[in-house]
């Protein structure tokens, strides 16, 4: 019907009537099939987003009226508090004579040493119990001599030159309480105190050290030797070694005659609180 009332209108038209209504019935046509493309372009399925697993972790809260939790203020204190520098006080040193090395871990015998079974070493191979020099044809039972001039299958303190003395074997080392040796004593005079290391002292850390030393007969401190130094690398063995190397000491005695002594010393280092 459309079209035949389209005809019909058409047919009573003049021609450029009717070619200007074929040209507005096209882009009718146009329009109307833009709309259906578009529509149909909208139908087009958008695809779902895809899920992931989610860990869920509970919360717990506390009850009503329970407690609230401490922050642990306390230890920052008294961390803050131990990291601030104290002034140092010098600590007179602690000597301790020794009876022999404290243990197999602690100490060993130096090279050119002799070290008997009671753990008591001497320098050169240990004599007679009355101390002369080069030693007895007796010695000590059981003992084991290093150095020249000795002997290990044979007796201790049997050297190349004769029973009686000479230069074959270096004066003997003993430790106190040791054959009746009578232990040296320190010199007030000379005791230097050691210096407290600058390290240790901004630190706030305290420490000890463990020497072992030898007392010659005149009173001189020979050899130092750093046995234990507790805490390690700040500088505390160093400084009490130091400071032991310039004392001095009434030489110990073996039946009224000097001797050397080896003897093992404590050096604590202490902060004024």
């Known amino acids: 019907m459309f079209e035949q009332l389209s005809c019909s209108r058409i047919r009573g038209m ?6 200007i209504a074929l040209l507005s019935l096209l882009f009718h046509a146009a329009g109307v099939a833009s709309l259906l493309a578009a529509s149909w372009l909208s139908l087009t399925p958008i695809p779902l987003p ?10 717990i809260f506390p009850r009503a009226g329970a407690p609230a939790p401490k922050l ?18 010098e600590t007179e040193p602690l000597i301790q004579p020794s009876h ?3 243990s197999p871990a602690e100490t060993q015998p130096a090279s050119g040493s002799a070290t008997r079974s009671d ?13 002369l020099v080069g030693g007895s044809t007796e010695g000590f039972p059981g003992a ?12 201790l ?6 029973p009686e003395g000479g230069e074959g074997a270096p004066p003997e080392i003993y430790f ?19 210096r407290y290391p600058e390290l240790a002292r901004r630190s706030g850390v305290e420490g000890q050290v463990i020497l072992q030393a030898v007392i010659g007969s005149e009173g001189q401190v020979g050899s130092v030797v750093v046995l234990k130094e507790t805490p390690p690398r700040v500088g505390f063995g160093e400084s009490a070694a130091e400071a032991v190397t310039r004392w001095r000491y009434r030489p110990g005695t073996l039946h009224g005659a000097p001797v050397a002594v080896r003897m093992t010393l404590t050096v604590v280092f202490t902060l004024s609180h």
């Open 50 to 59: 895809i899920l992931h697993p989610v860990l869920l972790t509970p919360v």
């Open 157 to 162: 303190g049997a050297g190349p030159g004769s």
């Open 144 to 155: 084991n001599c290093v150095g020249d001039g000795c002997d290990p299958e044979g007796p």
């Open 72 to 89: 642990g203020n306390a230890p920052l204190a008294a961390k803050s508090e131990a990291a601030k520098p104290r002034e140092a006080r």
């Open 176 to 194: 106190p309480g040791i054959s009746q040796v009578t232990e040296p004593e320190i010199i007030a005079a000379s005791k230097v105190l050691p």
């Open 100 to 102: 022999g090395p404290e």
């Open 119 to 131: 753990a008591a070493e001497v320098e050169g191979g240990p004599g007679s119990p009355e101390g």
């Open 14 to 19: 003049q021609p450029r009537e009717a070619f």
